[in-house]
């Protein structure tokens, strides 16, 4: 599987911004996805992951509410969409594929369940 994420930018503190996450291979649709974020000289974020079939998703605690994963699997695409931006949004955001397929957990907010990264988007959030 490889990832390619988009849609970053910058944008004022209240906007919102909608990542995408394109993923070539046979097996994204079988997979859960994730989203991540890393601001400078802070470590890696958990911030949202979907379930294989869309039907479950899950938020970090700082973007529950104000932040929606969805999944478009005919188009091999996971989406991020932001509202509500703070300036403590400002990273770069990863979208991952986990390495598990069919998962029925919940478990999605370690690095660890995740084998394909892309290759990041930079969001800032100005004030």
């Known amino acids: 599987v490889q990832l390619q994420a988009s849609g970053g930018g910058l944008v004022q503190v209240g906007g919102s911004l909608r990542l995408s996450c394109a993923a070539s291979?046979?097996?994204?649709?079988?997979?859960?996805m994730g989203w991540f974020r890393q601001a400078p000289g802070k470590e890696r974020e958990f911030v949202a992951a979907?379930?294989?079939?869309?039907?479950?998703?899950y938020y970090g605690g700082s973007v529950k509410g104000r932040f929606a994963i969805s999944r478009d699997n005919a188009k091999n695409t996971v989406y991020l969409q932001m509202n509500s931006l703070k300036p403590e949004d400002t990273a770069i955001y990863y979208c991952a594929a986990d390495r598990r397929e069919y998962y029925g957990g919940s478990s999605y907010s370690t690095a660890e369940s995740y084998d394909y990264w892309g290759q990041g988007t930079l969001v800032t959030v100005s004030s």
């Open positions: 979907i379930a294989w079939n869309g039907w479950s998703s």
């Open positions: 291979g046979r097996t994204f649709s079988n997979k859960g």
